[in-house]
């Protein structure tokens, strides 16, 4: 079965520092893997994705993820983190084969503190 | 992306009554999603409606639940029906552009609260 795991429900960042949100999948063959930012009482935002290609992705508000076939993981990263980047980020999959159905992890809370 | 509208934004009900959630697209598209998030949780697809077809469920929701309507490319509804606390959630209507490679762009949620 289809899978996302994103084993930190918690990541403490102080602004400033770097940040890493991780996840991992389990889907067979070579999915579309992505990254979604809520913030308190919004729906949910895309911020970037892996289709093929260049394994480092950039996407919105200076995030980035690194697609890793061999450890099936799409951890997001940024350099240097903002205390408004303080948000629930949830990682998703979807199979190339089929249409629509995303599969999302439970969600990591970032919080970032001045 | 699409801008995305939903009506209501957030309602409290009564147990066994029914609220049709309406989402409004700024564009066409083919395909439509409804998520449900419950509290402190990841979201889970109810089910894909494509215009002019059956709306296509996931397990464990079923329709007579979750009646869904796709009357044109740019709007869709999502009625809870005989509600009961369980309901309570956030549901969240969702697209996904034919051009594009598989990313959704998301309402804002409706915030459903069941007494």
């Known amino acids: 079965a289809q899978s996302v795991a994103q084993p930190e429900d918690q990541v403490n960042v102080a602004e400033g520092n770097p940040l890493t949100v991780k996840c991992t999948y389990s889907?067979?063959?070579?999915?579309?893997l992505f990254w979604y930012v809520q913030y308190p009482n919004r729906g949910l935002q895309f911020l970037l994705k892996?289709?093929?290609?260049?394994?480092l992705v950039k996407g919105s508000y200076g995030f980035e993820a690194e697609f890793n076939k061999s450890q099936t993981s799409f951890h997001l990263k940024k350099p240097s983190a903002l205390v408004s980047d303080s948000a629930l980020y949830f990682c998703?999959?979807?199979?190339?084969?089929?249409?629509?159905?995303?599969?999302f992890g439970k969600g990591t809370k970032l919080s970032v503190k001045p | 992306s699409a801008v995305i509208s939903q009506k209501p934004s957030r309602d409290i009900c009564q147990r066994g009554t029914s609220l049709t959630i309406q989402c409004q697209v700024d564009?066409?598209?083919?395909?439509m999603f409804w998520y449900r998030q419950q509290p402190g949780q990841s979201l889970t697809l109810i089910a894909t409606?494509?215009?002019?077809?059956?709306?296509?469920?996931e397990s464990g929701f079923v329709i007579d639940k979750f009646p869904i309507s796709r009357p044109n490319l740019t709007f869709s509804t999502l009625t809870v029906s005989n509600m009961s606390p369980e309901d309570s959630s956030i549901y969240l209507c969702?697209?996904?552009?034919?051009?594009?490679?598989?990313?959704?762009?998301f309402g804002p949620g409706t915030r459903l609260t069941v007494l």
């Open positions: 564009s066409q598209v083919t395909m």
């Open positions: 892996y289709i093929t290609g260049d394994n």
């Open positions: 889907v067979s063959g070579n999915p579309y």
């Open positions: 409606a494509n215009q002019g077809s059956e709306a296509t469920y």
């Open positions: 998703a999959v979807r199979d190339r084969g089929s249409q629509g159905n995303l599969i």
């Open positions: 969702s697209v996904e552009r034919s051009s594009g490679v598989g990313e959704q762009f």
